[in-house]
């Protein structure tokens, strides 16, 4: 009853999908791509990538930005192993989507994920049949994984991680999310705590492999521009990294605070004193709010110089707008602190290893929880320091503008610290191995399988 009960939700929810998909399209027209894809419905997408012998069709999922980021992280040891695979790459948001197609090789193919009807994802586990599928990080659907059970495609979570929040979730949810973790062929986590609540839904974990975001490498070309910025900008800067929404409010009034303005707290204004005033930064987590974010500014009074508008460099302004897509690396090279967003307010904190394998040292927040393991790891090793608000952490980062010798100890550490953890690409591509069966079996099953029906009636649903 309640699997009926999900499939008709998923059902009905198409044109509200549509609609929204619209709107998001007039800020990020990314999302105006290719729509008809998210239905299963394939008229003009890339047929099947055709592996060379021996080799497989790897599909991997990366719903957004930071799963992308851990893809590529993957993909080089994936292509090391299988020199002839052909990549299979699905995403879920515009900006995932437009960070991946730099990943593509010729015969490689990109679409987006599948709406989680059951007519959708039979339809992409039909026409694709991949030899093996890989979703990122947290991206379990049911009937995802229930149409590749029944199409034969071995699918896995990789880089898996679960937070208590999420976990009481999906908990809530009943036997439906319990069934789809249960119908996962693999599970390798990102830590023992990850392991441990994703097998409370019944997940097979096999192995705590590490994160695979530890095996990035910041672009070189990116780091040397960020240092070149910082070159010009002429005194230090302070970046607020991939910051969410009622985070960039608060922050504009702790600077205007420091600045002088009438309501300052006595102790702000004394440290704001004895400090040095630094260039204010901001990089918000999406960008169909870099507008939003820069009028924000301008209602607490504050001049907006930003990215897209440079010509040779940072131009003289209250606060640096990086409104641009892949140029994190640019902007911690640039920052001498990066105070780490969605740790402020209850949203659980951005990733913070791109920012300490970038040597840009870290204050964050109260609110970790999405990523608490490598928070804590990265505060034991003396690349971050947590603080409990904005406030404190502005107080706290002039202070360490004034500590040359102590940023540089903390940007060596983060370096160091993002280098201990390596290695969970090369021991995820060796447990695709094994879960990768005899090409020539897996061929002979699609040559024989039937042509993809719509629905289990023949119908296709109306949208």
Not at 25 to 40: M, S
Not at 180 to 202: C, F, H, M, N, S
Not at 281 to 288: A, E, F
Request: overall charge positive; proline content about 7%; glycine content about 10%.
């Amino acid at each position: 009853m309640l699997r009926a009960l999900y499939d008709l939700a998923t059902w009905l929810a198409q044109p509200l999908l549509r609609r929204k998909l619209r709107r998001r399209g007039q800020a990020e027209p990314g999302y105006l791509q290719a729509v008809d894809e998210r239905f299963g419905r394939y008229g003009a997408a890339p047929e099947r990538p055709q592996p060379a012998d021996g080799a497989p069709l790897v599909w991997l999922h990366a719903v957004s930005l930071g799963e992308t980021r851990a893809a590529a992280a993957l993909l080089p040891a994936l292509r090391a192993q299988w020199p002839g695979m052909r990549l299979l790459l699905t995403h879920g948001t515009a900006t995932g989507r437009a960070e991946g197609a730099q990943l593509l090789q010729p015969g490689d193919a990109q679409l987006w994920q599948p709406w989680d009807t059951r007519a959708a994802t039979r339809r992409f586990a039909r026409r694709y049949r991949p030899d093996i599928g890989v979703l990122m990080e947290t991206e379990v659907w049911p009937n995802l994984v229930r149409a590749c059970a029944d199409e034969g495609v071995p699918l896995v979570l990789a880089n898996a991680r679960l937070s208590d929040q999420s976990l009481r979730g999906a908990q809530r949810a009943g036997r439906l999310l319990k069934a789809a973790y249960a119908g996962l062929g693999a599970v390798w986590a990102q830590t023992d705590q990850d392991a441990d609540r994703l097998r409370q839904l019944g997940a097979p974990v096999e192995g705590v492999l590490g994160n695979l975001k530890f095996d990035a490498q910041p672009s070189q070309a990116l780091l040397a521009q960020g240092q070149a910025w910082r070159a010009r900008a002429g005194r230090p800067v302070l970046l607020l990294a991939s910051s969410r929404e009622g985070e960039e409010a608060e922050f504009f009034k702790q600077i205007r605070a420091l600045a002088g303005a009438e309501s300052a707290p006595q102790a702000i204004e004394k440290e704001a004193n004895e400090a040095i005033r630094p260039q204010w930064l901001v990089v918000p987590r999406h960008p169909q709010r870099f507008d939003e974010v820069a009028a924000l500014a301008g209602q607490h009074g504050l001049t907006v110089g930003r990215r897209s508008q440079w010509a040779d460099g940072p131009e003289p302004a209250d606060v640096w707008l990086g409104d641009s897509l892949g140029e994190m690396p640019a902007y911690y090279a640039l920052a001498d602190v990066a105070l780490l967003g969605g740790s402020f307010a209850p949203l659980g904190g951005q990733n913070l290893i791109e920012a300490a394998a970038c040597g840009c040292p870290v204050l964050m927040g109260p609110h970790t929880f999405n990523f608490a393991q490598a928070a804590e790891q990265a505060r034991a090793a003396g690349a971050a320091e947590r603080v409990p608000d904005l406030a404190a952490a502005l107080r706290r980062a002039q202070v360490l503008l004034a500590d040359g010798a102590g940023r540089a100890r903390m940007a060596e550490a983060g370096r160091a610290f993002a280098r201990q953890h390596q290695g969970a690409a090369a021991r995820t591509a060796r447990a695709m191995a094994l879960r990768v069966g005899a090409k020539g079996q897996h061929d002979a099953t699609v040559a024989a399988s039937p042509s993809c029906g719509d629905a289990p009636d023949g119908r296709s649903p109306a949208p």
